[in-house]
């Protein structure tokens, strides 16, 4: 059965410094999403994604965040200069027809 | 945006025991789905149950979207059925998820 993926399942990075999360969507679904959970809080909207533009963000997703879809296949969430308060489970989600799957998560942890 | 509301916060069952987890919601929506987060953090997505009632072994889920709330059931717990339900939904069918804040479920032996 097709799954999302995403890598790494854990980083630990310094505050300040450029993080990439990956996320690699089912191959034939079109609407991408990122969704993070700060630990003991429920999941939180970021971003989604269709035909190559961010089709909504929310007020979390500010100057710092940033999507890309490189090729025909990844999915990425770059942070460009951590503050502790990223640190979260970072969830990506594709959609087809309207169910979400969603990935295992990346545990970010900001020291 | 849409308020989602989840009860009961917390459920302790003893194993072999029924349960009905509620979601409320305040608005119309297009797509619902009940998710159980393991203790690794992964959400497993249990139904996408925008109208109607799902079954999946001991678990079955029922949307009354005109009345704006679904129900989880959970027919004989079992320990593995420890852990986190949320329920999110979505007001267009590939919209954004809002989610609710969870039903942290505790069975035990």
């Known amino acids: 059965e097709p799954e999302v993926t995403q890598t790494p399942s854990h980083q630990v990075t310094q505050m300040g410094q450029e993080v990439i999360l990956r996320c690699v969507p089912i191959?034939?679904?079109?609407?991408f999403y990122w969704y993070r959970q700060i630990l003991g809080q429920k999941v939180e909207f970021l971003v989604s994604f269709y035909n190559n533009e961010i089709s909504e963000k929310s007020e979390i997703f500010d100057d710092q965040f940033s999507v890309e879809r490189p090729d025909g296949s990844n999915f990425t969430l770059k942070i460009r200069s951590t503050k502790l308060e990223d640190s979260a489970m970072y969830f990506c989600?594709?959609?087809?027809?309207?169910?979400?799957?969603f990935g295992p998560g990346t545990r970010l942890t900001v020291l | 945006g849409i308020q989602v509301e989840q009860s009961p916060p917390d459920l302790i069952l003893q194993e072999g025991a029924n349960s009905t987890l509620r979601c409320n919601f305040s608005d119309s929506v297009n797509n619902l789905q009940w998710f159980h987060q393991n203790p690794w953090g992964q959400l497993i997505n249990l139904f996408y149950?925008?109208?109607g009632t799902k079954q999946n072994g001991r678990l079955s889920a029922t949307t009354v979207a005109t009345e704006r709330y679904s129900l989880l059931y959970i027919s004989s717990s079992q320990t593995t059925d420890s852990g986190v339900y949320f329920c999110a939904v979505a007001f267009d069918s590939w919209g954004k998820f809002q989610f609710g804040a969870g039903t942290q479920v505790v069975v035990t032996p």
């Open positions: 989600a594709s959609s087809g027809k309207g169910e979400q799957f």
């Open positions: 149950i925008p109208s």
């Open positions: 191959s034939n679904h079109l609407y």
